[in-house]
Structures are given as C-alpha cells and as structure tokens.
C-alpha cells in the first residue's frame, strides 16, 4: 500500500528551538510538495521539488525556512529558530509530473511552538 | 498567481444532493481538482478536470468551464461519511494551489 510517509506526527516545541520534518514520497514519485494549513490561511504552498531539485520556494519565508531533498526518498523541512505563529500542520505531497497526475498527501506533521 | 473562491460552508440532508462552487483566475491553466478533507486528515483526491464538461465518478461528479474559470463539485446520495471538507486547487505549469474549501455539513 504505497502511501506519503511524515515523521514526526506531531511536535510540541519552544520558541526559538529548530524543528526538523521528514517525508519519504511514494516510490517512483519524483515532485514533491510541502503545504502549510492554518484555519486562516488554509493550505499554502511552501517548495516544490522536481526530480529531487527544487523549483520553486517562494512561499516558504526564507530567514527561517529551509527545504531539502539529500536523496529522493527523503525530503526534508527544517525551520530555524521557530516561532508561535509557525503553529501549523505541515503537509507534504508526491505525485509524478503529467498531465492527470494527482499529488498525494501524507497525514501531516501538526506542529505547535509555545 | 491564482485566486480561488468557493463558499465556506453548506449544509444538506442524507440522501440529498449537493454542489459545490468553485470560481478561479488564474495566469495558467493546466487542470482543476477536488479533493475531499476529514477533520484532522490529509486531503485525498476526488476528482480532476482539464477540458470542458463533466466528469462523473460513482456519486461524485465534477464539472469545469475554462472560458468562466468555473467548476463544480456535485455530491449525490449523500451519506453521513460525506461530512468533510472539499477543497477545489488549480494547477498552472505545476504549482497547484488551494482554495481555502467548503465545510459539508450532513444531518441526518
């Protein structure tokens, strides 16, 4: 059952403290996504990778923001120093470039900085 | 970029039917998708829409005008389980943004 792996599931941290999410796509899959959800925002694009390079970063603030791919089974977002208005759930998607390509979602890393 | 817009909430019965709105200006264009969202879940894809008409999957349908930047997302039969969240996003070259989604409500 191929599925978007992220890890933590859920993470309670300080002010100020880094915070590091990790998403393993669906095998084969070579775009990935990372969204950000807020009740006020709703889902907002951060980065986009293609074929682990990243095309496209500028949702993500980048004083604080960073977004990797080391290899493509692992993508990583790291967020350095947090801050309480970085509360949020964190999603990542994969899909495979085309035209009917739909992007699958993993089950999302709900993040909460006191 | 794209600006998406569709109601924020609805409420219908079980067994009704109900359509959801969905209107986009957007710089490119390259297909529409639903996707449906249960409370403290990931988004799950519904549906997808590239031409114009209709595109019917079991009791979902979904329809897409590119000349009124319009679609929507029509539910029948509706059961208890359809309660969620449905969110319509675009897709230009490769971005897909997402509106900000309809909460359905369904009462028995």
């Known amino acids: 059952d191929a599925r978007v792996t992220q890890t933590p599931r859920h993470k309670v941290t300080e002010m100020g403290q880094e915070v590091t999410m990790r998403c393993q796509p669906i095998l084969g899959h070579n775009t990935v996504f990372w969204y950000r959800q807020t009740m006020m925002q709703g889902l907002e694009l951060l980065a986009y990778f293609r074929n682990r390079a990243p095309l496209d970063d500028s949702g993500m603030p980048k004083d604080r923001f960073s977004a990797e791919m080391p290899d493509a089974t692992l993508a990583t977002l790291k967020i350095q120093p947090s801050e309480p208005r970085d509360s949020a759930v964190y999603f990542c998607?994969?899909?495979?470039?085309?035209?009917?390509?739909?992007?699958?979602f993993g089950q999302g890393t709900r993040l909460t900085v006191v | 970029g794209q600006n998406i817009d569709q109601p924020t909430e609805m409420t219908a019965t079980e067994g009704a039917i109900v359509q959801i709105n969905c209107t986009y200006q957007?710089?490119?264009?390259?297909?529409l998708f639903w996707y449906q969202q249960h409370a403290g879940e990931a988004p799950t894809f519904l549906s997808y829409?590239?031409?114009?008409g209709l595109e019917e999957k079991g009791r979902f349908s979904s329809f897409l005008s590119r000349s009124k930047g319009y679609s929507y997302l029509l539910l029948k039969e509706l059961q208890m389980k359809d309660s969620a969240s449905y969110l319509c996003a675009v897709r230009d070259d490769y971005k897909l943004s997402f509106g900000a989604g309809t909460t359905v409500t369904v009462r028995a």
């Open positions: 998607a994969s899909g495979v470039q085309g035209a009917q390509a739909e992007a699958f």
């Open positions: 957007t710089s490119g264009f390259n297909g």
């Open positions: 829409n590239v031409l114009d």
